[in-house]
């Protein structure tokens, strides 16, 4: 999708939610929760041309796929995490937005181990 096409959408839904939140506060947020999604779908379906050039180069430096695939996982999670505590944040629930923070870096740290210990082993082999 086209950024101006999604900052159109961003723009659309913070007018819409700050008109509706005097009103009805509740359908206010949840407003701003679709436009999340919505906005969220469409930087996610315009990823597939980073993946594939993100593959190819992996390739082409004859790294493993299952690195790049773990990497690209770590990602996501960090980016759903932050929309996640966003949308705790927006509903006033700070300490509950901490709290999924704090699950994603945990998630994150267990989906690296595998490649911190291959980092690790390979330095071990390299030294005398």
Known sequence: MHVLQMVGVGMVATVLVALLRPLVPGFAMLVG???GVVLLWMVVGGMEPVLATLS????AARVDHG???TVLKIIGIAY???FAAQVARDAQEN???GKIELAGKVGI???AIPI????VQALVHLLP
């Open 33 to 35: 929760m679709l436009a």
């Open 56 to 59: 190819a180069l992996a390739e």
């Open 67 to 69: 690195f790049l695939t």
């Open 80 to 82: 759903i995490v932050e």
């Open 95 to 97: 300490a509950l937005a």
């Open 109 to 111: 740290a267990v989906l």
């Open 116 to 119: 911190v210990t291959d980092v």
